[in-house]
């Protein structure tokens, strides 16, 4: 049974609906979670957390090994940071992880074709996932970004449509499109995504000696990491395998960051931004105006003692650089919690003993022609012009 | 101790040489291989297999929790295959494997700066892992191969220097650029990086419930890859780990097969062709026409029954489009060993009943304007204009 996040309204689980009569997105009441001896622990992937998610892949199910990304040490700001490499995924960010569960799950249902719409990331996931699965796909994505992103998911087989205007626009064109006999596969609205971005949670719980860090830093667009976090970390914690809730950052560009006034304001309704609001942000995945579960996300940080954080752009490619130079290669959009998690040691709100853990989550190779921007070009001197 | 791979004089290890005084490769001798008992099995990484690597990282290494990536069930031709995701490593190819030790090897000898040649794949991991190592590192690539491999080298930190001509333009100008006080990391001259490459076969093994498969299939421009099976499941074979080699495949482009004329003519020495004896490929990842290690290559192959394969430029692209279908997003390059398996499944000179593994080498984020060329435009119809 769903219940409307906004008003409260039940709803029975049927394939047609994707919002309340309200126009407030679905969400499940929180799952059973995990504890240590819950984990199958012969499963390479993050499927060995299966107890804690509403659907596994059955015999003729989607898999690609997924999940289990490495968790590496770092300096950062001058002290130890733990880096989770969240863009090893197939599509290259980790929106796989939302789409490996969503899509098994429309699968089983016997769906045959799906439309989302997507900034790049979750479209690719999507599209990964449905063709994997013989499921037709259409993906509506704002006109102008990433490239990598558009043939990657055509390449999948799915349909791409180009939406002129703002991330919004693409929303608009794929839920008018939700009445056409598709479903509607939104990793925003469709609470099965949100499912299966929990993982990250329970891999970070593990890689932590089944324990929960004490900070995670995330970037927020419409916030679907800090909500999934937020709800994993409860059910942990109800189920007695941790003590207490992680502090969790979602981290905005200054730029596009209606979240940030939202909370700054304390009234989740101020979360929508008007195109006249916003600046340009290299941070193209997470530059959304209306993000559509404002009050679940800022209750979410709420709850574990965490905020938002919107970081000045300049600060967001200044990370990004520093994070190439040392060998890890995302895309700028990932470079907006590390940028954050640098103010927030200089400032000391994050105490220098703290576990802190920030997730990178998507690929660098997805942003070719943003990077290049940044880079200085290659050299072609006589001397390596061969005889 | 080293020894010449082509007329077998020993040599002492030293970094500034890296051929022998003939010309030819230099090798180091068969490792001790390792056994069930001798895995770490607490280690996430491929690091779980130090035991049979020259190197280790120490406290001040770079780490990268890389390796055990996965090995997925898939239909192909048919039957079933697993298909080992080798491209999800931080540089987005399994070429991160050779880096990785071969670079923490150089840290560990206290050097500052190295120097590459490569397609591009290999640069991008070098500059990876060189970068995170703070080495100075300098990678001179064909011109005209993929934007995304130069953007990402550069991205690194590391100097890219374009070179006009064919693949081994590059080498050769890497090749002058030795004298000048940096290392020459190459992927095709240090045994090192090959030892890196192991880890594959340790996978595997491991995967296939500590057994060897029946078959392997990757692709091969200098054979690094197959080189390295060779080695790994010769040594496993010698520590009692596995009761037999498996049978490799090392698959190359029609369009650029130096390997494959040398087999067929039962001679080394006539892997070496002509700019003229050659056309365009899409993969060109292994599009070498001089590769420097045949002899082993050819040997190396027999030895478990394997040989190489010459596979057709449109099967190739079949291949690709086939695989990306199914949600694996590759670069072109790693769709020559697919293909083959479909024509040797086809053919029968693969059983049907044979477990077969099938190497994906590289991420096709890292080819986005060669694989737009192959896919449909997006659309932009007027449904999707915002009101």
Chains 1, 2 share one sequence.
């Not at 899509?103 to 999507?126: K, T, W």
């Not at 449905?130 to 796909?137: E, F, L, T």
């Not at 520093?322 to 919690?337: D, K, N």
Request: glycine share 10%.
């Amino acid at each position: 049974m769903l219940h409307c996040a906004d008003c409260g309204a039940p709803h029975l689980e049927t394939l047609a609906r994707w919002r309340c009569d309200c126009g407030g997105p679905l969400s499940l009441p929180l799952g059973p979670g995990l504890t240590r001896a819950a984990v199958c622990a012969g499963e390479p992937s993050f499927w060995r957390y299966a107890a804690a998610l509403p659907v596994r892949p059955d015999a003729r199910g989607v898999y690609f090994g997924e999940g289990m990304t490495p968790l590496v040490p770092r300096r950062w700001g001058g002290r130890r940071v733990d880096f989770k490499l969240d863009f090893l995924f197939p599509s290259g960010s980790f929106k796989d992880r939302g789409a490996a569960v969503l899509i098994n799950a429309l699968a089983q249902r016997g769906v045959e074709q799906v439309h989302a719409d997507s900034s790049g990331n979750a479209g690719a996931a999507i599209a990964t996932y449905a063709g994997a699965a013989g499921i037709g796909c259409t993906v509506y994505v704002p006109a102008g970004n990433s490239v990598g992103k558009r043939v990657q998911i055509a390449a999948c087989g799915a349909r791409v449509v180009e939406v002129e205007g703002p991330r919004e626009a693409s929303f608009r064109a794929a839920a008018r499109a939700a009445d056409e006999g598709s479903v509607y596969a939104s990793h925003n609205w469709n609470p099965l995504f949100a499912e299966g971005l929990k993982t990250v949670a329970f891999e970070l719980w593990e890689q932590y000696g089944f324990q929960a860090p004490d900070v995670i830093l995330a970037p927020a667009g419409y916030g679907g990491i800090v909500l999934a976090l937020d709800r994993a970390f409860q059910e942990l914690l109800r189920a007695g395998a941790v003590d207490r809730l992680p502090r969790v950052y979602g981290c905005q560009s200054a730029n596009c960051a209606p979240l940030h006034r939202a909370a700054l304001a304390g009234d989740p309704a101020r979360a929508a931004l008007d195109l006249s609001e916003t600046l340009p942000t290299v941070a193209e995945g997470i530059a959304s105006t209306r993000p559509v579960r404002a009050r679940e996300v800022l209750e979410g940080l709420a709850r574990g003692g965490g905020r938002v954080v919107a970081v000045a752009e300049e600060r967001i490619v200044e990370a990004w650089a520093l994070l190439a130079r040392q060998g890890l290669y995302v895309e700028p959009t990932s470079a907006v919690a590390p940028a954050a998690a640098l103010e927030l040691l200089e400032s000391g709100e994050v105490p220098r003993d703290a576990r802190v853990a920030i997730l990178l989550t998507g690929s660098g190779l997805k942003a070719t022609e943003r990077v290049a921007a940044f880079s200085r070009p290659a050299e072609r001197p006589p001397l390596a012009t061969p005889a």
